[in-house]
């Protein structure tokens, strides 16, 4: 289109050159002063040249003219001037109008440009009449229709051209959202890398804590009771210090085992795919054996069909919750119960140690990279994670009281499914 419209643009500098031509031979056949006819022409086309140059620099504001705005107007009111002085030296030179019509509707907004084109009239009516000495229908129709059909045309042209400087804005701005979509889209890729790296690392810590730190502090206990045994001497009962022993060893190779499958991030070696139950069941029987505390262990519902991330996270509940009685509760009895209901999961761990205060607890806050703190949120946000919660319950002299809650819907799925891929 933007071809069409140049074409139309240099066909109507054409004609005015033509035109002006034209009605300087005729003007000098009808005998009008020759320097003045020729002054006046190349002053008039010496005007257009220099508008139709400066239009160039705003290509869409106007196709024909000085450039955009008052500059135009100023412009045209010009040229119109030095046309006015050149019919009062020949009428023959009102043909000229047809080209001032058709920049008429270029410069000015319709009723101004109906206003401009009826005094142009008015001028080529008066000059016909001076030269023949009347005007007929005919002679007034003519030039109307000449006016309204040019008023028209350069209308239309300059709508044409509206449109496509829109049509280029649109274009433009469709390019510079589908480059913005890209970038975001690139962005949003690097953050999902950096999450995916954020959220292995807090699973390892995770790990690390609920089993091997948790083992680690296990042969410590032990250790140091088989030194206490050993320093005993031949008091000592060399049977208690063999089972000391043999708890340590294996309570080491389950944290080096342990410790292969953090690094490899597979399923705790607990679940060894007999199932939480199972899995629960042989942590409380050594737990029982190395604290010397009694423990019960209480199933409900169908346990089958939990999602290993399920597992995977009561199963370190269970763990860290143990570790915590061990070190913290000085009990004589821990009862875990694992409850299946149709939709959901529940985890409690209950045991009649010295309790604690879990608000004062949680005002301390987790003590970030030392000695304690780190169990119980972490417990709490790997729940949340999978869309369940940690709620604790105690108080000092009254036992501990953990109760995990797990959904078994789109989000334990959905967690299993990452970890798997
Ligand atoms: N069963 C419990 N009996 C008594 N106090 C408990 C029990 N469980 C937790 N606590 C108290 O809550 C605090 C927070 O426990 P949490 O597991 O968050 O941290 P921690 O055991 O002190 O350290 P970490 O688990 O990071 O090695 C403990 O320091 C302890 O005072
Ligand atoms: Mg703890």
Same mark, same amino acid.
């Given at each position: 289109m933007e071809r069409a419209l140049r074409t139309l643009t240099v066909l109507q500098h054409v004609l005015f050159g033509v035109l002006a031509v034209v009605c300087l031979a005729r003007a000098l056949a009808t005998g009008a002063s020759v320097i003045a006819s020729v002054l006046l022409t190349l002053t008039l086309l010496g005007w257009y040249a220099a508008g139709a140059r400066a239009s160039r620099r705003h290509p869409a504001e106007s196709l024909t003219g000085a450039g955009p705005g008052r500059q135009g107007v100023v412009w045209l009111l010009g040229l119109t001037a030095i046309w006015a002085a050149l019919v009062a030296l020949s009428?023959?030179?009102?043909?000229l109008a047809f080209s001032l019509w058709l920049l008429a509707g270029h410069f000015l907004r319709p009723p101004a440009a109906l206003a401009y084109a009826a005094s142009v009239l008015a001028l080529v009516l008066l000059a016909t009449w001076r030269a023949t000495g009347s005007v007929t229908v005919a002679g007034i129709i003519g030039p109307v229709i000449g006016a309204a059909f040019a008023v028209a045309l350069s209308r239309g042209q300059v709508a044409l051209a509206r449109e496509g400087i829109e049509r280029a804005a649109l274009v433009a701005s469709l390019v510079a959202a589908q480059t913005e979509a890209e970038t975001l889209h690139a962005e949003l890729a690097a953050a999902q890398r950096e999450s995916g790296v954020l959220a292995e690392r807090t699973r390892l810590s995770r790990d690390i804590h609920d089993t091997l730190a948790q083992g680690f502090s296990s042969i410590l206990l032990l250790s140091r009771a088989a030194g206490a045994a050993g320093a005993a001497g031949a008091a000592g009962d060399p049977a208690t210090l063999t089972s000391l022993l043999g708890q340590i060893e294996r309570t080491a190779a389950a944290n080096l085992d342990e410790a292969r499958r953090v690094v490899g991030a597979l #399923? /705790?070696? @607990?679940?060894? !795919?007999? !199932?939480l139950a199972a899995a629960l069941r042989r942590i409380l029987d050594a737990f029982g054996e190395e604290s010397g505390i009694r423990t019960d262990l209480r199933i409900d519902g @169908? /346990? #089958? =069909?939990?999602?290993t991330t399920a597992e995977v996270a009561l199963l370190r509940t269970t763990q860290g919750a143990l570790a915590n009685v061990r070190r913290h509760a000085q009990a004589t009895r821990v009862v875990v119960s694992l409850s299946h209901l149709d939709d959901s999961v529940r985890l409690d761990i209950v045991d009649d140690g010295i309790g604690f205060d879990p608000a004062a607890d949680r005002r301390r806050g987790p003590v970030s990279? !030392? #000695? =304690? !703190?780190?169990g119980l949120p972490s417990t709490r946000a790997r729940l949340r994670e999978l869309g369940g919660d940690l709620s604790v319950e105690s108080a000092p002299g009254e036992g501990t009281a953990l109760t995990a809650h797990l959904p078994l819907g789109p989000v334990a799925a959905e967690g299993d499914r990452e970890r798997v891929g």
């Open positions: 009428p023959e030179n009102i043909w #399923a /705790p070696r @607990d679940l060894d !795919g007999s !199932g @169908d /346990p #089958a =069909g939990l999602p990279g !030392g #000695a =304690g !703190g780190y």
